[in-house]
């Protein structure tokens, strides 16, 4: 594992409000909530610090990031109205922490991004 504070986290030696677990992903609330459901989902065995650091062997890992929050969204009752994930990506895409993971924003409106 790592030294980042998602490992610490994943490693449960730092508290957290954990929402979601399988075997593979962790998810929990994020300590400084964008949107009224702010949800992090990391994956907790292999380590990979930015989104420019996987490899098309790692698809599924990120694939399998997107289906947790998929299905937590789901699960929560809140799928129905919407809700966004995003990914940043280094420090100008807004990462903090330097271990890959998905942000899961819901619970009320959110701006638009773009135009589709």
């Known amino acids: 594992m790592n030294d980042t504070l998602f490992g ?3 490693r449960r030696e730092i508290p957290a409000a ?3 677990e399988d075997d593979d992903i962790l998810g929990f609330k994020d300590i400084a909530p964008q949107a009224p459901v702010h949800v992090l989902f990391v994956p907790k065995g292999e380590v990979i610090p930015t989104l420019d650091d996987t490899t098309p062997e790692q698809a599924q890992l990120l694939g399998r990031l997107m289906l947790a929050a998929a299905d937590y969204a ?3 009752g809140f799928a129905r109205d919407g809700y966004r994930v995003v990914m940043n990506c280094r420090e100008h895409g807004g990462q903090t ?8 924003l819901a619970g009320a409106p959110l701006g638009h991004f773009g135009t589709a």
């Open 8 to 10: 610490r986290i994943i």
């Open 18 to 20: 954990i929402v979601y």
């Open 74 to 76: 789901r699960r929560e």
């Open 97 to 104: 922490v330097f271990h890959v993971h998905l942000h899961l």
